[in-house]
């Protein structure tokens, strides 16, 4: 065997001193405080304090939130926290997590959420003031006016048994959450906890997701917006529909754009169908073999609210595909998406890219399952709701972190490279002068950008109490 000699030899000792890991976390953890959420927190969860030495339980929930949005994934991860009290002060035991989590029931889950809303609130300011706006969402090229919602579900699997886990209409064994996300700066707005066997299309559901994140959104821009919600066809129910038109006699501006299965009335439109044009891509350039044509009028639309259009896409099946047999005699991939949104407000090109937009939800929820929500901790159902609401906190503290303190690459980045490049990164505390020091390796390629972060961090306006 040849030593290739591509690595330096070393000798590893236990004996550094004054050096930290996870030293980006901080960052979360002072947000968090920043813009209101641990001492709104403090205050939703100051019922379950027991002595007034102990531990803050909206201080535990918070190093909750920050653990999983490091990328926690049980209880025992506080360590990571705990164990460096240098970093992050005093961080509750296991056995105090596991008694805060307990005591959240559903007055003061509802009070967790109060507590989302109004830190939301402080953290969309300052975006407005140090930024100059809020993220926006776009499609073919072309930004979205308003808020985009979108609203999809998911399996967790669960490995054990656990309380209203279920088998799951794919034939897996667990919980069937419901969420939705803000699409422009990827929030996570709300979520419900549903055992496995929940249906897909449950309008009472929908409904309720859907009213628990347009509670998160900031008054000013909750009315006089446009909100739109999307949803693939599991949204495209009567109820839900209605419902979300319903908003509008309460002020709120609110769209839909939902897929539709696909009936024999529908095959039959689309057999006839003749007015087909090229379907655009992301950035607005024609996607080629695909094809989209209004159907508006050439199905019956009883159900649907007044002003419904329908919209079928078409394309050329791409190896793998799963096709009906309908789209194997024909020879093309259908899909029909509703809508709301009236002629003016853009082509169908760009409504139907815009639906298509849709998909980018499912990245939310397979990140989302990396902080947080993919593994569930306790057999206890309410825990599981709390441990939840928590995952989504962390999901918005590194949405809020992106959007008020990055630039560039890593303001878009996903948590994972968020992590290994920001958030996991080792240093140095030193003491000098009644001050405290993180020295940051300054061959790091990243060093320069988390020190300009903390910087950031620090000159952000603070609410007045």
Known sequence: MHDTGSRPKIVATPDGRGVVGHAGARLLADLADATGLTSAFSDALGSLRVRRAGHDPGRVA??????????????????????????????????????????????????????????REVAWAQMIETRGGLPTSTAAGLQVPGLVLDVDASVVICHSEKESATRTWK??????????????????????????????????????VLDAALAQIPEPHRYGTDILIRSDSAGCTQGFLAHIRSLRAHGIDTFFSVGVAI???????????RNWVPAL??????????EICEITGAIPATGYPAGTRFIVRRERPHPGAQLTLFDTIEGWRHQVMATDTQAGAGSIQYLEARHRAHARVEDRIRTGKDTGFGRFPSRVFAINQAWLELALTGIDLLAWTQHLLLDGELATAEPKKLRHRLLHVPARITRSARRTYLRIAENWPWAAILAAAFGRLTALPRPIT
């Open 62 to 119: 918070v190093d909750v939130a920050v653990m999983l949005a490091d990328g926690g994934e049980a209880i025992a991860d506080l360590a990571v926290l705990r164990d460096q009290a240098g970093l992050f002060g005093s961080v509750a035991s296991d056995p105090t997590a596991w008694r805060v989590l307990s005591g959240v029931d559903g007055v003061a889950l509802a009070r967790l959420r109060q507590a989302r809303a109004l830190a």
């Open 263 to 273: 009936t024999e009335a529908i095959r039959d439109a689309i057999r006839h169908a």
């Open 171 to 208: 034939k897996s064994f667990g919980y069937h959450p419901l969420f939705c996300f803000l699409d422009g700066s990827r929030e996570a707005l709300s979520g419900l906890l549903r055992e496995g066997r929940a249906g897909s299309n449950t309008t009472a559901d929908h409904i309720t």
């Open 281 to 290: 891509d992301t950035d607005g350039q024609v996607r080629d073999g695909a």
